[in-house]
């Protein structure tokens, strides 16, 4: 099994910054691509961006330029740096990982989400 813990959501005003990060742990063999999605009340869950095992990043149109993923891949580590944010940014944002346990078991596996409210 794998794991995957969020932390750094909350509450902030307008033009503000958070830096969400999400930890996988457990039988984890290895870790191809990892990502974030989010989804805001009412709506669909949406891409936000993704980074491979090798650093390749792609990101949602709606956030580009504001958001920076990466990962520690000694930490089994993704981050997301988001800047300038809007309260359309509200949302749930929960991070995946594309993993392989040692027991062979390939899926993506899913955090639990860590809420982001932006207020205007």
């Known amino acids: 099994q794998v794991q995957l813990v969020e932390s750094g959501g909350g509450l902030v005003q307008a033009g503000g910054s958070l830096r969400l990060s999400c930890a996988a742990s457990g039988s984890i063999f290895r870790i191809n691509a990892m990502g974030w999605y989010r989804q805001a009340p009412g709506k669909q869950r949406e891409l936000v961006a993704t980074?491979?095992?090798?650093?390749?990043?792609n990101y949602a149109d709606s956030v580009k330029g504001r958001f920076t993923i990466s990962r520690d891949n000694a930490k089994n580590t993704v981050y997301l740096q988001i800047n300038s944010l809007k309260p359309e940014d509200t949302a749930v944002y929960y991070c995946?990982?594309?993993?392989?346990?040692?027991?062979?078991?390939?899926?993506?596996?899913w955090g639990q989400g860590t809420q982001v409210t932006v207020s205007s």
């Open positions: 995946y990982g594309d993993a392989t346990t040692y027991e062979l078991d390939h899926r993506r596996w």
């Open positions: 980074v491979t095992s090798g650093g390749g990043t």
